[in-house]
């Protein structure tokens, strides 16, 4: 694992973090499931761009 490799993973593990710690609130992707993402990690669209949601474990 190089740097590089790190710096591409630490945002985004911080947003899957968030994103499923926000699905412990909001069993789905509504418009208040986005603001309790944004309420634990503000710029959160930024990693969002570098994962895409299909990728992450699925609740619903
Ligand atoms: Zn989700």
């Known amino acids: 694992m190089n ?3 790190i710096h591409f993973a630490m945002p985004t593990i911080d947003y899957v973090v968030a ?4 699905h412990l609130r909001e069993m789905n992707h ?3 499931f986005w603001d309790v ?3 634990v990690l503000p710029d959160y ?3 969002r761009g570098v994962l ?3 990728v992450l474990p ?3």
């Open 52 to 54: 895409k949601d299909d």
């Open 37 to 39: 993402v944004r309420s």
């Open 3 to 5: 740097w590089r490799l």
């Open 58 to 60: 699925v609740f619903e």
């Open 19 to 22: 994103h499923e710690l926000a």
């Open 45 to 47: 669209e930024r990693s």
């Open 30 to 32: 509504s418009p208040r």
